[in-house]
Every structure is written in C-alpha cells, then in structure tokens.
C-alpha cells in the first residue's frame, strides 16, 4: 500500500471539525446573512452532510489512487486491473488420478459406477478427502486389479495425496480385497485460486513478454500462467547441445504430471523459434523421510500429540508454502511444532542429519514420517 505520509500530500483528508470551523469562518469573513451555527441547528446540520460527503469523497479517491498501481492495489481491484497486461489470475482446479481396485475374487466382470465415492481416513481434525468416479469403468473378468479415474470433491493443492492415502470405498464392492492411490496416480493437479502476491509477481513480469527474442523470463512467465503449475525453471545453456533448452516444471503435486507438461507446451510452443529445441520435463522429486522426537513438558499428557505433530509437519512441508522448493530446514519444523503444540519444550531429529539442500531443479518433499512423543524427563 502507498504511504500515507505520500497519500496525504497527494490527497490529505481534512479533518471533520476543523474543515467545519473552516467554513464557518470563510462564510463570517464574506458576511454571509446566516450566522446561526450551533449544533443541532438546521443549517450546521446542512453542511454536516456536506462536510461528511467531501470527506467521504477524498477518502474514495485516496482508495483510487492506491489501487491505480499494480504493486499496490487491493486483491478485486488487481484482478480488474490484470487483463490490461494481458493476464489473469489462475483458476482453482480439482485434482484428478487413478485408484486402483485390488480383488481377491475376480472370475466375474465388476463395474465401478459413475459418481462412486472414495476416500481417505480421517486427518487429526476429522477431515476426509473425498473422490468420486468420473466414468463408469468395468474390471474385466479374469483382472486382478483395475484402475478408475477420480475426481476431487473440490479443488485445491490438499487433494494432491501422496499414494497409499485413498483407501476406502464408500459403497461395497464384491471380491475387493483393498483400494488405493498408487505412486505417480495423480493425472491432473490440483491446485487453489492463484496466491494473490505470486499473481501481482507474474504480473509485473509481464514486460519480459515483450521482449522480441525468446528470453528465459519470457518463458517462465509465460509457462507459468498454466493452473497447476507452481514453479518453473529454464536451462537455456545449451543442455542437450547447441539451440537446446529445457523447461523444467513443479506441479502443485510435485512431479509434473504428462497432462500438465502437454499444457505447458501448448502455452508457450508460439515462442520456438525454427532452430530452437524445447525440452519439456518434471523437476526431480525426492522423497525425503523424517523421524524425530518430540519432548513435552513433564506433566503433560501425550495424548493426541503425534497425530497433531504428523498434521503440523505435513501442513508445513505442502509445497504451496514454501519458499525454497529445493531446500528442508530443520528449523522451520521445529519452529511450527512449538508453535502448535503449546507444552513442546523441544524437538530431536534422527531424520535427516543435517539439513537438506538440493539443486533448483530438484524438489524436497515429504516421504514416511516418524514422530515420537516423550515427556521431558521421561524414558
């Protein structure tokens, strides 16, 4: 926001009483017939209203002129203002992929309906993710297993399980022994409403479009504006050999998905030129997995504190809060941990070591995770 030290020499607001004294003194000064200005009378009262409208007014143009500039306006007023760069703000998507149906029984043909229900158990706080069948789909007869695609229930990054979570089948489906999301299920990401500070950045990045030459802002800029992507990295430094670049993308997931690639090329394809070679690619996931202890006070109760400490360190670890992608500080966990759990007195690590920090197109997430809980004290 503009300061309003730079806002009040540009458009001060008086000050009600004192602009009220103002005019009373100009209307004196000019021997104006009425001279009647108490409180309560019918003419103090008709400039009141005028005063109080003026006041409002200035106070409306002080809003304009804030929101006049890109790095300063309000979120409504930003999203008005983004098609003059040729911009819009990404969408919300819900999450698509695939569970897999495991049977013990499966001489005979099953069909998995239209609208079906999955889901996952409850997290710390009750909540289930929920995903329903997008096409009827059959499990021939003679299948062990089978795939149908789903749909999340609603949109957001939160729906980009890592596999293994969706597990139970709301409606009971004869010989299937087990239902899950397996590693790389996820067809489509999801993702939330575009962060409105990450808009307001892309925004302003929109003059490296107008660059005549395909630059490498100008490719992530434009490779960007895609929903479902979080972050994009260019090696334009001849990768694979002369004319080679390679455009590496973070999904909202994390590992860019086929679909998502194929979008992203469609997007930025008008910027290769006839000698040029594009590489569309996923940044490198790696899992990494975390075990600690958790140190309460001494006579504090651990119940419930594990299933909260997991909720804590899976919420911080989500890709769309991070800052650095490629990097894991022990810190920052320790920090959200004493923060969320009000006796924590402190926090080991046996996973991992030392801090992790990777190379930019390298992504850090979450793999299995270990918590202990222990009274200070305690064995």
Same mark, same amino acid.
């Given at each position: 926001?503009? !300061?309003?030290?730079?806002?009040?020499?540009?458009?001060?607001?008086?000050?009600?009483?004192?602009?009220?004294? &103002?005019? &009373? *003194?100009?209307?004196? *000064?000019?021997?104006?017939?009425?001279? *009647?200005?108490?409180? +309560?009378?019918?003419?103090?009262?008709?400039? &009141?209203?005028?005063?109080?409208?003026?006041?409002?007014?200035?106070?409306?143009?002080?809003?304009?002129?804030?929101?006049?500039?890109?790095? $300063?306006?309000?979120?409504?007023?930003?999203?008005?203002?983004?098609?003059?760069?040729?911009?819009?703000?990404?969408?919300?998507?819900? /999450?698509?992929?695939?569970?897999?149906?495991?049977?013990?029984?499966?001489?005979?043909?099953?069909?998995?309906?239209? @609208?079906?229900?999955?889901? =996952?158990?409850?997290?710390?706080?009750?909540?289930?993710?929920?995903?329903?069948?997008?096409?009827?789909?059959?499990?021939?007869?003679?299948?062990?297993?089978?795939?149908?695609?789903?749909?999340?229930?609603?949109?957001?990054?939160?729906?980009?399980?890592?596999?293994?979570?969706?597990?139970? !089948?709301?409606?009971?489906?004869?010989?299937?022994?087990?239902?899950?999301?397996?590693?790389?299920?996820?067809?489509?990401? +999801?993702?939330?409403?575009?962060?409105?500070?990450?808009?307001?950045?892309?925004?302003?990045?929109?003059?490296?479009?107008?660059?005549?030459?395909?630059?490498?802002?100008?490719?992530?800029?434009?490779?960007?504006?895609?929903?479902?992507?979080? *972050?994009?990295?260019?090696?334009?430094? $001849?990768?694979?050999?002369?004319?080679? =670049?390679?455009?590496?993308?973070? @999904?909202?997931?994390?590992?860019?998905?086929?679909?998502?690639?194929? &979008?992203?090329?469609?997007?930025?394809?008008?910027?290769?030129?006839?000698?040029?070679?594009?590489?569309?690619?996923?940044?490198?996931?790696?899992?990494?997995?975390?075990?600690?202890?958790?140190?309460?006070?001494?006579?504090?109760? =651990?119940?419930?504190?594990?299933?909260?400490?997991? $909720?804590?360190?899976?919420?911080?670890?989500?890709? @769309?809060?991070?800052?650095?992608?490629?990097?894991?500080?022990?810190?920052?966990?320790?920090?959200?941990?004493?923060? @969320?759990?009000?006796?924590?007195?402190?926090?080991?690590?046996?996973?991992?070591?030392?801090?992790?920090?990777?190379?930019?197109?390298?992504?850090?997430?979450?793999?299995?995770?270990?918590?202990?809980?222990?009274?200070?004290?305690? /064995?």
């Amino acid at each position: 926001m503009i !300061s309003e030290e730079i806002l009040d020499k540009v458009c001060p607001v008086p000050d009600e009483d004192e602009e009220m004294e &103002r005019i &009373r *003194n100009e209307l004196e *000064n000019e021997g104006f017939i009425i001279n *009647n200005f108490n409180k +309560g009378g019918i003419f103090y009262l008709i400039i &009141r209203i005028f005063v109080t409208i003026y006041i409002e007014i200035k106070t409306l143009a002080r809003t304009v002129i804030n929101n006049l500039f890109i790095k $300063h306006a309000d979120e409504d007023w930003l999203e008005i203002k983004a098609p003059d760069f040729g911009k819009t703000r990404k969408e919300a998507v819900k /999450a698509q992929g695939y569970v897999t149906i495991y049977r013990n029984e499966y001489q005979n043909a099953l069909q998995i309906t239209k @609208g079906h229900m999955f889901k =996952t158990l409850p997290d710390v706080n009750g909540k289930e993710l929920k995903y329903y069948v997008l096409e009827t789909t059959v499990i021939g007869a003679g299948e062990e297993s089978g795939r149908v695609l789903v749909e999340a229930e609603e949109s957001g990054t939160s729906y980009n399980l890592s596999s293994g979570k969706i597990t139970i !089948s709301m409606i009971h489906l004869d010989g299937v022994e087990a239902v899950s999301n397996e590693e790389g299920w996820l067809y489509l990401e +999801g993702s939330d409403i575009e962060d409105i500070e990450d808009f307001r950045e892309r925004i302003g990045e929109s003059w490296s479009e107008l660059a005549e030459l395909t630059t490498e802002d100008k490719l992530k800029n434009v490779a960007r504006k895609v929903s479902g992507v979080l *972050n994009v990295e260019v090696d334009a430094q $001849h990768p694979r050999g002369q004319g080679t =670049t390679d455009i590496i993308i973070t @999904g909202t997931g994390g590992e860019a998905t086929k679909e998502l690639l194929q &979008r992203v090329e469609t997007a930025t394809s008008y910027l290769k030129g006839n000698y040029d070679d594009f590489l569309y690619k996923s940044s490198t996931v790696i899992r990494q997995d975390i075990s600690l202890t958790i140190y309460i006070s001494k006579e504090a109760s =651990t119940t419930g504190v594990k299933a909260t400490a997991e $909720h804590i360190i899976e919420d911080v670890l989500q890709l @769309g809060k991070r800052e650095e992608l490629n990097c894991l500080y022990m810190d920052d966990v320790r920090y959200a941990l004493k923060k @969320g759990i009000a006796d924590c007195k402190r926090v080991e690590f046996s996973k991992p070591a030392a801090d992790i920090e990777k190379e930019k197109d390298v992504v850090v997430m979450l793999g299995s995770l270990e918590v202990e809980v222990l009274n200070v004290g305690g /064995a």
